[in-house]
């Protein structure tokens, strides 16, 4: 099976910065997109930033200038550096792996979508 385990969630301030590390583990084969997504309180998760295993990167309009989306596809780890935070940006963070291949057995096994626990970030003011 595989696992996503995410670190570097905490309290901070408002203006601090925050290092977000996911990395999954497992007899993966091959990961095509990983990314961060976000719920705070009463509201519907989305998406914070997204990278492909080409490099592409995506980000939510409320992050971008801010925040920095990296991986090392050798590690399976994706890294989000969040700087300037603000009390808006506190929520729950939750890792996700796209379109995973990943060994079961001899089987070879294909998941859209594996998401980690979560990891709290809260900004006070």
Do not use: H
Request: proline residues 2%.
């Amino acid at each position: 099976q595989v696992q996503l385990v995410e670190s570097g969630g905490g309290l901070v301030q408002a203006g601090d910065s925050l290092r977000l590390s996911c990395a999954a583990s497992g007899s993966i084969s091959s990961i095509n997109a990983m990314g961060w997504y976000r719920q705070a309180p009463g509201k519907q998760r989305e998406l914070v930033a997204r990278i492909t295993s080409g490099s592409g990167t995506n980000y939510a309009d409320s992050v971008k200038g801010r925040s920095t989306i990296s991986r090392d596809n050798a590690k399976n780890t994706v890294y989000l550096q969040m700087n300037s935070l603000k009390p808006e940006d506190t929520a729950v963070y939750f890792c996700a792996a796209e379109g995973i291949k990943y060994y079961s057995g001899s089987y070879l096994r294909y998941e859209y979508n594996y998401w980690g626990q979560g990891t709290q970030v809260t900004v006070s003011s």
